[in-house]
């Protein structure tokens, strides 16, 4: 598996929204799970969604449930997430990788391949 490529980051006020884009090299043929994780400042990085790789499952943070939705183009081996109403605390490096779910918490699947994430800020 190689990192994925993500993008689609950028500066948005309070209450606006964003899409992320993460496109990586075998995500519809490697049977994976694939799904975003964030790394604020000064704290460690967090799982904040998870889509099977059928697309028939997805799981997401508290944080986030009702704001932040996935979906995928597996002809463009593409995994998106929407993400509405963006508060100051959804700020961090967005990651996207392959994950697992344990015990409704969202993983990274080990062993884990990061890319350079995408920068989400959201002043407060």
């Known amino acids: 598996q190689v990192p994925a490529v993500e993008s689609g980051g950028g500066l948005v006020q309070a209450g606006g929204s964003l899409r992320l884009s993460c496109t990586a090299s075998?995500?519809?043929?490697?049977?994976?799970?694939m799904g975003w994780f964030r790394q604020a400042q000064g704290k460690e990085r967090e799982g904040v969604s998870c889509?099977?790789?059928?697309?028939?499952?997805?799981w997401y943070a508290d944080s986030v449930k009702g704001r932040f939705s996935l979906s995928r183009d597996n002809a463009k081996n593409t995994l998106y997430q929407q993400m509405n109403d963006l508060k100051p605390e959804d700020a961090a490096m967005y990651y996207c990788?392959?994950?697992?779910?344990?015990?409704?918490?969202?993983?990274?699947?080990?062993?884990?391949?990061w890319g350079q994430g995408t920068q989400v800020i959201v002043p407060s």
């Open positions: 889509m099977s790789w059928s697309g028939d499952r997805t």
């Open positions: 075998g995500l519809t043929s490697d049977g994976y799970a």
């Open positions: 990788a392959a994950c697992v779910v344990v015990g409704g918490v969202i993983l990274p699947k080990t062993p884990s391949y």
